[in-house]
């Protein structure tokens, strides 16, 4: 994944890559639990094929940062997946919108 920040005035600042794992547990009533490596948990209700950010935004608390999703939606055919992310990372004063994009994971 290509994490694209941009500037307050919506100015591109830089791309970086992405890296990480991201690991699901199931809930209860169609729900499922994002775990990432920085530590935090996400909430997602899926319907069908499609999973989604639920509440539509959430936070994680990290030491001297603070990350808000504000858009995670999952979709797969059983095979393949692609999902887009958005949300804000803050540190301090600044605060950096980002937005990810997977097009195609490949289960093996």
Known sequence: ????????DGTQVRLFPQ???VGFTTGRDGIVVA????GCR???VVRGNTAQLAPASQSCSLPGSTVTLTHWAIASDGMRQASVLAGVAESG??????LLNVGELIKQ
């Open 93 to 98: 004063a600044r605060a950096s919108n980002f």
């Open 35 to 38: 775990h990432t490596g920085d």
């Open 1 to 8: 994944m290509i994490s694209r920040e941009t500037g307050p």
């Open 42 to 44: 996400w909430t997602l």
């Open 19 to 21: 890296t990480g794992i």
